[in-house]
């Protein structure tokens, strides 16, 4: 007993030592965030410090003051120390999460999943978690029934609603929310998309561990310091708070990647490797299951030569890892060519920086700039109508919206960064290096002076993104993960018997005995005597 004790009691301190290094991983990181604001050639205007960008425009330079730097450094080093602090007040607990246990003692119902998300599509909200709904579709049609529960508002803020997003009820409230619905659900399996603090905490609580799936899309357990490009100076004023669910999220995946019962999906596999080295370990029971792209909505039709100059882009504006500033800056670029005024461009975006993003486009006529949030179906109409994608990105962790381009036969441009390359080979695009304009600009101007390249890699986009991304590669690998979690067999489909092809005459000419009894008694249709 007395060994079993010590055992115990060297696990929690070996688990608290690797936490304390986690913090100390986190804010290296952040320090090389540090040193890229500090760059030898970076110019010092005004007392500011200017952050590498490519854009070659000055007043498109975003400025980050010194003296809000110096903060920065302070803050961070006053944030771990007091994290460290509270880590180190754990030693003797078995986990950073609640003490109290109380398990579902009822059987749980096989039949029943419940998904646990920050966001779904629903009337007021139609971008948010675009990517779970087909899975959902995917359920009820094999059978479960599917609910989904929003539990992510603090206690008093949020009521709870009932919205509907294509007959699924969607609960959406307050953090308590959640044990309620897996209370009276009581649900066989439990799929949770971008894991948080307060909801892992009662899946903890009510030790149900062994139903969950765990989907990780991006910034679950991707380093703050990873997309240090999106800083600015409203960023810093709630530095803090950042640091704080940053390393929250950390504190979760931890916990989460060393329990074997959870299991745990990533959507590419450069993402489970960047997770194992931002978390630092390596998770148990773990698979790599990407986004479906939905060839039924996004369906391949054969483009013409004349589609090539018809140029489509959609992509949310406020953040930089999405590349706005980049498909302006290539579009600026190819105004130059003496060809441009035979393209024509399409685009879509939204956020609270698009108007002003996207100014400099308006003198052209060809240019045609559109601000909302498309439905699927819309995206799939302007899909037919174009025959390039042009979707640049600093950070993708899959590249849904890409996938989907290119499922309807566009050819993409985009940069060959983060996980594009496991999707999107050469053969099925125009590849730019990170942040290169000057390439992603050659990439249409390619494509423009070579029509057969561009038919050839629209039928190769569509075939290939078809095939990794499909229905089999995809829900039905998470379909196979859920009948394991929840200990139940799938349903097979019923075979239908073939017909014999044996002549029947000739088979009546042989002797009685020869006879197979099943064809026997389908000819007859009644049993041997």
Not at 25 to 33: A, C, G, M, P, R
Not at 145 to 152: D, E, R, T, W
Not at 298 to 322: A, H
Request: glycine share 4%; net charge positive.
């Amino acid at each position: 007993m007395a060994e079993k004790a010590s055992q115990n009691l060297e696990d929690v301190i070996q688990q608290n030592k690797m936490l304390e290094q986690v913090v100390l991983q986190l804010f290296e990181k952040v320090e090389s965030l540090e040193e890229k604001l500090s760059l030898v050639d970076t110019p010092v205007i005004e007392d500011t410090i200017v952050i590498p960008e490519i854009i070659e425009q000055e007043e498109k330079k975003e400025y980050l003051p010194v003296d809000q730097k110096a903060e920065f450094i302070h803050r961070r080093l006053q944030f771990v120390t007091s994290e460290i602090a509270k880590i180190n007040k754990h030693i003797g607990r078995d986990n950073l999460f609640d003490d109290e246990v109380t398990p579902l003692k009822e059987k749980s119902n096989s039949k029943e999943i419940l998904v646990v998300c920050a966001d779904y599509p629903h009337k007021d909200a139609l971008y948010g978690g675009a990517f779970i709904p087909a899975r959902v579709r995917a359920y009820i049609k094999e059978g479960f029934n599917v609910s989904v529960c929003i539990a992510k508002y603090p206690e008093g803020k949020k009521p709870t609603t009932i919205e509907e997003h294509e007959g699924v009820k969607i609960h959406i409230g307050e953090f308590s929310l959640l044990e309620e619905r897996i209370k009276k659900v009581n649900p066989g399996a439990i799929v949770v998309h971008s894991p948080i603090m307060q909801n892992y905490t009662t899946f903890k609580k009510l030790q149900v561990e062994d139903r969950i799936m765990m989907i990780f899309h991006g910034f679950e357990v991707r380093d703050v310091g990873h997309l240090y490009y999106n800083f600015n100076n409203q960023i810093l004023q709630n530095l803090n708070g950042i640091l704080q669910m940053d390393l929250n999220r950390k504190y979760v995946a931890l916990d989460a990647f060393r329990d074997k019962k959870i299991a745990k999906v990533f959507v590419s596999n450069f993402f489970k490797n960047l997770a194992v080295k931002d978390v630092g370990v390596a998770p148990f029971n773990v698979h790599v299951i990407s986004n479906l792209i939905e060839s039924d909505i996004f369906d391949y039709k054969q483009k013409t030569k004349e589609d090539r100059l018809k140029i489509f882009s959609v992509r949310p504006y406020d953040n930089k890892n999405y590349g706005g500033d980049l498909i302006v800056d290539t579009i600026l670029k190819l105004s130059e060519k003496v060809f441009f005024n035979e393209l024509s461009f399409h685009i879509q975006g939204f956020g609270k920086t698009f108007q002003e993003k996207t100014a400099p486009l308006r003198r052209f006529e060809n240019v045609k700039i559109v601000e909302g949030i498309l439905k699927r179906e819309e995206i799939a109409t302007l899909h037919k109508k174009h025959g390039i994608a042009l979707i640049p990105t600093r950070f993708d962790t899959q590249g849904v919206s890409v996938g989907e381009a290119m499922s309807s036969g566009l050819v993409p441009i985009t940069n060959k960064v983060a996980a594009i390359p496991e999707f999107i080979p050469e053969s099925c695009a125009m590849l730019a290096e990170d942040n290169n304009v000057e390439q992603l600009a050659r990439g249409i101007e390619k494509l423009y002076y070579d029509a057969d390249l561009f038919l050839e890699k629209s039928f190769n986009a569509a075939q290939h993104i078809n095939s990794i991304c499909s229905y089999e590669n995809t829900i039905q690998k998470e379909l196979d993960l859920i009948y394991t979690i929840n200990k139940t067999t799938p349903k097979k489909p019923v075979k239908p018997i073939k017909k014999s092809k044996v002549h029947r005459k000739k088979l009546l000419d042989k002797p009685y005995k020869k006879i197979p009894f099943r064809i026997y008694r389908r000819i007859f249709n009644k049993p041997i005597q």
